[in-house]
């Protein structure tokens, strides 16, 4: 019987395949000529993304590039046939087992992509050119510096080596796109500021988006309905899901408005800002109703609820005591 050869060493180039995914597909977003070319942009540069945080995580450990390392074997590595490890659980383990700390904004734009990856690849492209300009801006700044930092440069090839240099100097073309549309909106955006609240726009990530009448961003030109700009800032910006705070018996944190009643009121830092009506609380301004869950403005003889469910209760109460 022919004894089985033992691998005993596996060449990897994933950082390598990574870095030319990335940059293959920057010009045709820096320079948009069609929603194909933008198409096959993103879903590479997101499959580019996952590559070079997977070979950082096959560095610790080779199992850990498994989505089930308990499965693992080196024969199914070799030949690519097994699943690999989702962003999602690649960032948990490269925190948690690697030691390496993301941050907000990093870990934001990252995801935010890979949402955008799927649903390119599953339904259309809908995007806004701006948008999408900014969010790879900010998507290539956090795996420039996790590559620099997470990595020995002086250990790659000179090919890796060029990429890298090349990955630098387009990080620099995506950082002065965002400048200049910051300088060409900066008397705009001043006045809005006078005006009015700005946060941080849902599609472009860029403190940009007065909550004003119009809740159009200044920077990328996005706008909806109050209802949906609010859905999206607590989704894209605060990072939270829908299914999954509901799926685990948690709270979506978009609440009804108690001045206006819409669907449209999301916490920022100290402040409840409602997307609809333009209206401001301190978070010590409002409370959560006991009865049904919405906020209001509570008052010395409330019993911890709002005044809907306040007549609600009553309105019962004479029923069952005419």
Same mark, same amino acid.
């Given at each position: 019987m022919k004894k089985e050869k033992k691998i005993t060493k596996i060449e990897f180039d994933l950082i390598e395949n990574g870095l030319d995914f990335i940059l293959s597909s920057l010009e045709p977003i820096l320079n948009q000529k069609n929603d194909g070319q933008l198409k096959y942009s993103?879903?590479?540069?997101?499959? !580019?993304? &996952?590559?070079?945080?997977?070979? #950082? /995580?096959? %560095?610790?450990?080779?199992? *850990?590039?498994?989505?089930?390392? +308990?499965?693992?074997?080196?024969?199914?590595?070799?030949?690519?046939?097994?699943?690999?490890?989702?962003?999602?659980?690649?960032?948990?383990?490269?925190?948690?087992?690697?030691?390496?700390?993301?941050?907000?904004?990093?870990?934001?734009?990252?995801?935010?992509?890979?949402?955008?990856?799927?649903?390119?690849?599953?339904?259309?492209?809908?995007?806004?050119?701006?948008?999408?300009?900014?969010?790879?801006?900010?998507?290539?700044?956090?795996?420039?510096?996790?590559?620099?930092?997470?990595?020995?440069?002086?250990?790659?090839?000179?090919?890796?080596?060029?990429?890298?240099?090349?990955?630098?100097?387009?990080?620099? !073309?995506? &950082?002065?796109?965002?400048?200049? #549309? /910051?300088? %060409?909106?900066?008397?705009? *955006?001043?006045?809005?500021?006078? +005006?009015?609240e700005i946060v941080n726009c849902p599609k472009c990530y860029q403190e940009t988006l007065p909550v004003s009448n119009e809740l159009q961003c200044l920077f990328c030109g996005f706008t909806d309905s109050p209802h949906k700009v609010a859905e999206l800032y607590v989704e894209n910006i605060q990072g939270y899901s829908r299914y999954l705070e509901l799926k685990d018996g948690g709270h979506f944190p978009l609440d009804q408005c108690p001045n206006c009643y819409d669907e449209s009121v999301v916490e920022i830092g100290d402040h409840f800002y409602c997307f609809s009506c333009m209206e401001v609380w301190h978070r010590i301004q409002l409370a959560e109703c006991s009865g049904c869950g919405n906020l209001y403005e509570p008052h010395d003889d409330d019993n911890d609820i709002c005044d809907a469910c306040e007549s609600d209760r009553y309105t019962r109460w004479e029923k069952a005591n005419p």
């Open positions: 993103i879903l590479h540069i997101s499959a !580019g993304v &996952e590559l070079i945080l997977k070979e #950082r /995580l096959r %560095q610790e450990h080779w199992t *850990l590039i498994f989505d089930n390392p +308990n499965s693992a074997n080196e024969l199914d590595m070799l030949s690519g046939d097994f699943q690999s490890v989702s962003l999602e659980t690649s960032l948990l383990r490269l925190e948690n087992v690697c030691k390496i700390q993301f941050t907000d904004r990093e870990r934001s734009s990252l995801k935010e992509l890979k949402k955008k990856r799927n649903k390119i690849e599953h339904f259309q492209v809908n995007e806004i050119d701006a948008a999408i300009k900014s969010l790879v801006s900010r998507v290539l700044s956090a795996i420039f510096s996790f590559v620099t930092e997470h990595f020995y440069y002086k250990t790659f090839a000179p090919r890796t080596q060029g990429q890298i240099d090349d990955l630098r100097k387009k990080v620099k !073309g995506f &950082e002065e796109f965002t400048r200049l #549309r /910051l300088a %060409q909106i900066k008397d705009e *955006l001043e006045t809005a500021i006078e +005006n009015y």
